[in-house]
């Protein structure tokens, strides 16, 4: 399937000087129905709130093209919520089963030591209901074992790498999106259904759990689908590095067919913008796991023909046939910010709306009261919902991690309109991209996608 999806963009970044944010006000009792689960609400539960620790990069290199926009979106969908009525069915009952949402935001910079303590402070000071965060793929790591250990309900919204559920078991830790080896999958799937033939490919990742595995699944699926291409150059820069003048000029040596990379947030932009005047983006294959997300930045600099994904049938990989639910918050969102919503909004949507079908569920099956964090739990695993970027199904990981359907495609420029396009879109289904529940990522792909389904 190929299509085109053209979207202006620009805008300011907003920021956030205040730790934390309050939204909707305590109104009059409302009865209000969740029309696909059959909640009713008390007029006690319309007149509760939620609280709810909402983790993402607000300040730092992360924070202009990922994290600012993640808590754009998770604002302005809360907002929504809160008044009612704004999305469709299921998502039309006010708040979270008539209880009024009350974000409590935290800048996730400052490393993994930092987020624990914040962690607590949420759980234990704040007295916060549940906690949903996390970027960077350290701090899940981080944040997993204590979230089990103060038994509290934790969403983790975006962390790509698949550690996180292969290497641990946990009760109240729960992925709403895939892990990262869908991203490097579909990639090596992609240049193959394009007739895109390679011999040898490099690599450019940060220096930790997101990049190494990255690259690892990229190289694990590129030895299966092309098995006469070879791995050259393997770079691990540090995260936050911002200078890759050393790199640049290796993998411009080695002038290696494909150059892969899992960069993300300042240091991909960095990484553009030096490496494209250099002609590296001409002498290669340039193609970005997650590369969406600093488009709205980088605008007509981000060059034509390169490849990249968006961890999910997100912001520019968005069918022009989309739901009635994506149509509504793209539209919103572009509204409000004078830009498109990148893959970050995304996935916190998603987040957010697989939280409110999981408060709704539990709540329909004990009376209508606020659930606990044992009751979440329960009702999180193993659910499934809708959410912007297609079906959501938390199926591996024992039901605590989700799968998705995925997009790739390729940057076209239009200068006369000044708007960037995606174009040669593939679509994959979640099912033919992440492994079955049990199996390590790795193991499933050097093992030739045991079990796939593919459309």
Known sequence: MKMTKKVKIGGDVMKYRERRVRFGTFGSCLLATAAA?????????????????????????AAESFGVPAWNGGKLLIDMLNEGGKLPAPYDQQGFGGMTIEAIPVDEAGGATKQV????????REEVDAVLGYVSSGDCLAIAPVADELKAFTILYDCGTPRVFEEGSYEYVFRTAAHAAMDNISLAKYLDSRGIEVSSYAGINQDYAWGQDSWADFAASMSVIQPDSA??????????????????????????DVVHSSLWGGDLQAFVLQAAPRGLFERSQVVLAAGDHVIPQLGNKMPDGTI??????????????????????????????????????FRMWQGLLGLKTAIEKAMAENGGNKPNDEELAAAMKGLEWEAPSGTIQMVLGGGHQAIQPNAIGTTQWDEASGQMTLVDIEYYAAECVNPPDGVKAVEWIKDGFPGATCE
């Open 117 to 124: 303590q914040e962690f607590r402070n949420l759980v234990q």
């Open 37 to 61: 689960i059959g909640v009713v609400s008390s007029a006690a539960n319309a007149q509760e709130t939620f609280k709810l620790g909402v983790v993402t990069f607000l300040s730092g290199g």
């Open 308 to 345: 990249i994904g968006a961890r999910g049938v997100n912001g520019l990989a968005a069918k022009p046939d989309a739901s009635e639910l994506t149509t509504i918050l793209w539209e919103a969102y572009e509204a409000e910010h004078g830009a498109f919503p990148v893959q970050a909004p």
């Open 231 to 256: 791995a050259g150059a393997t770079l691990f820069p540090k995260i936050y590095a911002g200078q890759y003048g050393t790199e640049i000029s290796a993998l411009t040596r080695e002038g290696a």
